[in-house]
T-cell receptor, first 113, second 113 residues
Framework: AQKITQTQPGMFVQEKEAVTLDCTYDTSDPSYGLFWYKQPSSGEMIFLIYQGSYDQQNATEGRYSLNFQKARKSANLVISASQLGDSAMYFCVIDPGTYKYIFGTGTRLKVLA | NAGVTQTPKFRILKIGQSMTLQCAQDMNHNYMYWYRQDPGMGLKLIYYSVGAGITDKGEVPNGYNVSRSTTEDFPLRLELAAPSQTSVYFC????????????FGQGTRLTVV
């Protein structure tokens, strides 16, 4: 069975600093996708970044990058130059191609001015 | 481009009542999903569909039914509402599984009293 673990229920970061949100996963499928979504207090789900299991390079999208370590089954999200608008809940998600996204429990990030 | 549209945004039901949550997407995606999000938790899959006429159960299907008569629409039916169904419901769609982001609706906040 697939599983996502996010061990940090809450994180604080100073504005303009970088922050890393941890994510480990468990799957026996050789092919899968890893995603990060942001959920602000308004409730919508916003796609941030995607990493394929066979991708050789770590994914980057603007201020977001993914530290993908396949052997360790980890896919940590790095947010550089944090902004106040980054305060939100962040979910790590795995999709092993079985039509099902599996969500972690999330990390609540608070950016301090 | 509307994306994924859910209605209603809010609803209060009495125990034993029934209702249908509507979901429509205009991106011609074959894959559609219904999730529920309980307070402070990640999303859990209720039902999914890989195309018109094809639906299947997710992790938490009890108390719900779905249908998929067209590519665009994927309504979720709650029969005999119970307090345990108080949650935020998200509909989502994607063009493939395993390597594509899912697009989410704005969510429906349902309270059963």
């Amino acid at each position: 069975a697939q599983k996502i673990t996010q061990t940090q229920p809450g994180m604080f970061v100073q504005e303009k600093e970088a922050v890393t949100l941890d994510c480990t996963y468990d799957t026996s499928d050789p092919s899968y996708g890893l995603f990060w979504y942001k959920q602000p207090s308004s409730g919508e789900m916003i796609f941030l970044i995607y990493q394929g299991s066979y991708d050789q390079q770590n994914a980057t999208e603007g201020r977001y990058s993914l530290n993908f370590q396949k052997a360790r089954k980890s896919a940590n999200l790095v947010i550089s130059a944090s902004q106040l608008g980054d305060s939100a809940m962040y979910f790590c998600v795995i999709d092993p191609g079985t039509y099902k996204y599996i969500f972690g429990t999330g990390t609540r990030l608070k950016v301090l001015a | 481009n509307a994306g994924v549209t859910q209605t209603p945004k809010f609803r209060i039901l009495k125990i034993g009542q029934s209702m249908t949550l509507q979901c429509a997407q205009d991106m011609n995606h074959n894959y559609m999903y219904w999730y529920r999000q309980d307070p402070g938790m990640g999303l859990k899959l209720i039902y999914y569909s890989v195309g018109a006429g094809i639906t299947d159960k997710g992790e938490v299907p009890n108390g719900y039914n779905v249908s998929r008569s067209t590519t665009e629409d994927f309504p979720l039916r709650l029969e005999l509402a119970a307090p345990s169904q108080t949650s935020v419901y998200f509909c989502a769609s994607s063009y493939s599984s395993g390597n594509a982001e899912a697009f989410f609706g704005q969510g429906t906040r349902l309270t059963v009293v």
